[in-house]
């Protein structure tokens, strides 16, 4: 039910704007006024979601650790993998923004007969993920082609290098077979495997089938479908320089191209897709395991309570703890004997 509802969600969402470009003043909606909200939304609200997190205390010093400490002169840190310097942590920030360094190094976890845990290599996932995302980075950069003008010449290196096998015409761009392939994989992972399915949920599935949908709605425009290009770039352009114009030769694929892109901007603030943002104020990623060598004050502390040792919680409470069986440090001194009062019989020896 959760996959169909994802998919039903992306089918809705391609059948209304096919349907409401053909509508009056539906080619403006979709054309101008939606991409217009969609990027304010998607600026708006991915910049307060970094600056909320920013503002977020970090009580404690909390960096994974995957190597050996700063410890003693003749132990060899691991100096990515457990960092205690600030350069440290930048080189481990940068492999795990562009190479994807943990994921790398993730295993899974199978129960096999007996019962017994074994844990298994974890490659594919990554492989497929960093293909994803730079397919999908180098497909965007192909696309400024649409919005600037003139082109700058890095995306004319990267069309050529994109499309260098020369498959048919137009040219056959591989990143486009890459993308594809690769959103495909992490949809039949969720798909197949039962403990990845077990966990996800429509919010998980979405994203993927609403990838998909972009996908397939930009191959069909390149290599099935005819579209006027010019006209296309014209209304891009102008969106740009806002100064949009639709000309009537844009067909209704395009507008379904482009509704669903503006979907997706304007539900990235709000999705788990902004892990791309919150990557860089993970507290277990970017801070320094440096608790030996620096002393990590608390910003929840309030300067006018005072620190109470152990030493001083004993002292308080030694007493309360003996009665309780508990042990403690010091024992209790020996009670002093009352006085006799006056009057009193002398006891017996």
């Known amino acids: 039910m959760k996959v169909l509802q994802a998919l039903g969600i992306v089918l809705a969402l391609m059948l209304v704007a096919y349907v409401g470009a053909?509508?009056?003043?539906?080619?403006?909606?979709?054309?101008?006024?939606?991409?217009?909200?969609?990027?304010?939304?998607?600026?708006?609200?991915?910049?307060?979601?970094?600056?909320?997190?920013?503002?977020?205390?970090?009580?404690?010093?909390?960096?994974?650790?995957?190597?050996?400490?700063?410890?003693?002169?003749?132990?060899?840190?691991?100096?990515?993998?457990?960092?205690?310097?600030?350069?440290?942590?930048?080189?481990?920030?940068?492999l795990?923004?562009?190479?994807?360094?943990?994921?790398?190094?993730?295993?899974?976890?199978?129960?096999?007969?007996?019962?017994?845990?074994?844990?298994?290599?974890?490659?594919?996932?990554?492989?497929?993920?960093?293909?994803?995302?730079?397919?999908?980075?180098?497909?965007?950069?192909?696309?400024?082609?649409?919005?600037?003008?003139?082109?700058?010449?890095?995306?004319?290196?990267?069309?050529?290098?994109?499309?260098?096998?020369?498959?048919?015409?137009?040219?056959?761009?591989?990143?486009?077979l890459v993308f594809m392939a690769a959103v495909t994989f992490l949809l039949l992972r969720r798909l197949v495997l039962p403990n990845i399915r077990y966990i996800s949920l429509v919010a998980d599935y979405f994203p993927l089938f609403l990838l998909l949908g972009i996908g397939t709605t930009g191959i069909l425009m390149r290599y099935v479908l005819r579209v006027d290009v010019v006209s296309i770039k014209m209304l891009t352009?102008?969106?740009?320089?806002?100064?949009?114009?639709?000309?009537?030769?844009?067909?209704?694929?395009?507008?379904?191209?482009?509704?669903l892109i503006t979907v997706l901007l304007a539900y990235f603030p709000f999705s788990k897709l902004m892990h791309a943002g919150g990557v860089f104020l993970s507290p277990t990623r970017n801070m320094a395991n440096n608790s030996r060598m620096v002393r990590h004050i608390n910003p929840w502390n309030d300067p006018s309570i005072k620190p109470h040792s152990y030493a001083g919680y004993e002292d308080d409470f030694r007493e309360f703890m003996v009665e309780a069986g508990l042990p403690v440090d010091k024992e209790l001194p020996p009670k002093e004997e009352a006085p006799a009062a006056e009057g009193d019989a002398p006891a017996e020896s």
């Not at 190094?105 to 293909?131: C, D, M």
């Open 22 to 94: 053909a509508l009056p003043g539906g080619r403006t909606l979709f054309g101008v006024v939606l991409p217009y909200l969609a990027f304010a939304i998607f600026i708006i609200f991915f910049i307060a979601k970094v600056m909320d997190w920013a503002k977020s205390p970090v009580p404690f010093r909390i960096p994974t650790t995957g190597g050996q400490a700063n410890s003693l002169p003749w132990i060899k840190q691991n100096k990515l993998d457990c960092p205690s310097t600030t350069l440290g942590v930048i080189g481990r920030m940068l």
């Open 96 to 176: 795990e923004v562009f190479l994807f360094r943990s994921l790398f190094r993730n295993t899974q976890a199978e129960v096999h007969e007996g019962p017994k845990l074994a844990y298994g290599s974890s490659k594919f996932l990554w492989l497929f993920g960093i293909l994803f995302h730079y397919s999908f980075l180098t497909v965007a950069l192909r696309h400024l082609r649409l919005f600037t003008d003139p082109i700058p010449a890095f995306v004319h290196a990267l069309e050529f290098g994109d499309g260098f096998m020369q498959v048919g015409a137009p040219v056959l761009y591989q990143t486009d």
């Open 237 to 259: 352009h102008g969106l740009v320089t806002f100064n949009p114009f639709i000309a009537e030769s844009v067909t209704g694929i395009f507008f379904v191209h482009l509704f």
